[in-house]
């Protein structure tokens, strides 16, 4: 059984950084991709960002040039730095990872809160 735990998220100001962190219990190069999602309050969960296992990144055009996803395959670890935070980035963010193989098998985290408050 996959299992994703993110960390990293907490309270800070506009203008602040946070970097989120998600380990996997096993090898995330048996993802096809891994990346984040978020969720605001009265809102769909929408994505943010995904890294593929060849490394290809891709972004939510209100998140690029402020996050950057990356990965470290020696602790099973994808990352998501935020910089330039807003108070719109404030979201329940999750982890996810997909598996293309006989269709499409999808993992997720439990989510860590972000919240961009002055």
């Known amino acids: 059984q996959v299992q994703l735990v993110e960390s990293g998220g907490g309270l800070v100001q506009p203008g602040g950084s946070l970097r989120l962190s998600c380990q996997a219990s096993?090898?995330?190069?048996?993802?096809?991709?891994m990346g984040w999602y978020r969720q605001a309050p009265g809102r769909q969960r929408e994505l943010v960002a995904f890294i593929s296992r060849g490394g290809s990144t891709n972004y939510a055009d209100s998140v690029k040039g402020r996050f950057t996803i990356s990965r470290d395959n020696a602790k099973n670890t994808v990352y998501l730095q935020m910089n330039s935070l807003k108070p719109e980035d404030t979201a329940v963010y999750y982890c996810?990872?997909?598996?293309?193989?006989?269709?499409?098998?999808?993992?997720w985290g439990q989510g860590t809160q972000a919240t961009v408050s002055s």
């Open positions: 096993g090898s995330i190069l048996s993802f096809n991709t």
């Open positions: 996810n990872a997909r598996i293309f193989s006989n269709g499409v098998h999808e993992y």
